[in-house]
């Protein structure tokens, strides 16, 4: 027989893999055996430490449920997320950020034009752009989910007081490619910190802040699926976003506009009567 020590368990456990495992699982498989096993090594990992990662593990577990997702806060606080985000983007299209723990299915279609921010209070934004190629050309047909807070800094599935769909829709764009809705002006919020993952951002120091943001799904036939987000320029929180969603090309300017130059064709048109904010942002897809 052979004597496992701390240096050949991982040649070991390499050696463990039957013959038609799948070589993409097993490539995964053993990087992470690698890396895990090193991490242990170089730390010198005590008992007492093992036991406190599975009692985290477990409490994220148990904490999490179609409506709170906390292994993918956890993911996202400790840069995995936007991690694979960027391994897997493309650079000719818009870039790709954190799809993030809120996301809800089943969201109402919205014609083009409609308004999300109904009865809240808060400025006007007018979020619009095309959904395009690179070179400029347009997609009909694409679906552009979004969702936001409310004002108070919270999405509706963690809100009794919003409306299941509160602040989510669907809109598909026409020949033009073009999509344009009403909200409120996104804020800053902070992720949950009531459960594990606020437990080690309190530990370690960090704040639980993001800087304000539309999160986008855009899907359409022949092209990539595209998870992003918008965030306005001046936002405090833009260098220090604990989840690590900023890119470049998804900060952009909110403009501010006086009333009387509110377009025609809204929900809103003639309705709103303070200066409103616009922001104009493309949705550049890759084909498959
Ligand atoms: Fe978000």
Same mark, same amino acid.
């Given at each position: 027989m052979r004597t496992i020590t701390k240096d050949t368990i991982t040649d070991v456990f390499m050696g &463990?893999?039957? $013959? *038609?495992? *799948?070589p993409r699982l097993r490539e995964i498989m053993q990087s992470l055996a690698h890396h895990l096993h090193a991490f242990v090594r170089e730390t010198g990992l005590t008992h007492a430490e093992w036991e406190k990662g599975i009692e985290f593990l477990e409490w994220a577990g148990r904490i999490s449920g179609p409506e709170r997702h906390e292994f993918v806060l956890l993911s996202d606080v400790l840069g995995v997320s936007s991690l694979v985000d960027m391994v897997n983007s493309? $650079?000719?299209?818009t870039s790709s950020s954190v799809l993030g723990p809120f996301h809800i299915s089943g969201a109402p279609a919205i014609a083009y034009g409609s308004d999300l921010k109904r009865h809240y209070d808060g400025p006007v934004l007018l979020a619009e752009g095309t959904v395009r190629r690179s070179d400029g050309t347009p997609i009909a047909g694409a679906t552009i989910n979004v969702w936001q807070t409310a004002p108070n800094g919270l999405y509706a599935s963690q809100? $009794?007081?919003? *409306?299941? &769909?509160?602040?989510h829709g669907i809109q598909t764009t026409g020949a033009d490619g073009r999509y344009a809705f009403t909200t409120v002006k996104p804020v800053s919020y902070t992720v949950p910190t009531d459960g594990p993952v606020g437990e080690i951002l309190n530990a370690t120091g960090r704040h639980p802040w993001r800087p304000s943001h539309l999160h986008y799904i855009v899907k359409a036939d022949g092209y990539r699926s595209l998870v992003t987000e918008v965030f306005p320029d001046d936002d405090p929180y833009l260098d220090e976003d604990t989840v690590f969603g900023v890119r470049d090309d998804l900060v952009m300017t909110y403009t501010e506009h006086p009333a009387d130059t509110f377009p025609d064709g809204f929900e809103l048109s003639g309705k709103v009567t303070e200066p409103y904010l616009r922001v104009d942002f493309d949705l550049v897809l890759t084909p498959e």
């Open positions: &463990y893999f039957g $013959p *038609d495992t *799948d493309r $650079p000719e299209g809100d $009794p007081e919003q *409306d299941t &769909y509160s602040f």
